[in-house]
């Protein structure tokens, strides 16, 4: 029987080129790129290597592009650093009602420094309405940070 993979917003599988492409990286270049020994220069050029060509197939500049160790973190990064970014020009923060906790868990720390959360409700079908979106907006909004698709619903 074919096997039918529905978490793909979880994880991944790896497909077999990527593993082929990181193989090296497993195996020979595996240093901390950031020491300044030999095999952490090797792994270094092969870490801005990759930057850049991420940089490039994306239309960024390559010290635009951060390597994190996974999506909480990922999600940590954006929303502290929009807030403490954008912190003077407000403090509110949108979000919904069933958000992946490293968004939920990341608002409340925010919470707790005097940022303004709105939880949006979700329907039956757990859909975030945009007119409920809208009406939420503020002149103090700074960020609305809702998932495309629930990790847990779709």
Request: overall charge negative.
């Amino acid at each position: 029987m074919r096997r039918i993979y529905f978490d793909h917003s979880a994880t991944t599988p790896v497909l077999p080129e990527v593993v082929e492409a990181m193989l090296p990286c497993f195996t020979q270049y595996f240093g901390n790129a950031s020491e300044p020994h030999l095999p952490g220069r090797e792994a270094k050029k092969l870490l801005e290597a990759s930057r850049e060509t991420i940089a490039r197939s994306i239309g960024a500049q390559p010290e635009e592009i951060m390597f994190t160790s996974g999506g909480t973190e990922s999600d940590n990064l954006a929303l502290k650093g929009v807030a403490e970014a954008l912190s003077k020009k407000g403090n509110h923060i949108i979000t919904s009602s069933i958000e992946h906790p490293a968004i939920g868990n990341t608002c409340k720390y925010l919470q707790r420094r005097g940022f303004e959360i709105t939880y949006v409700p979700v329907d039956k079908y757990a859909i975030v309405d945009p007119d409920h979106v809208a009406a939420a907006i503020t002149d103090r909004a700074i960020l609305i940070s809702i998932m495309h698709a629930n990790n847990v619903v779709g």
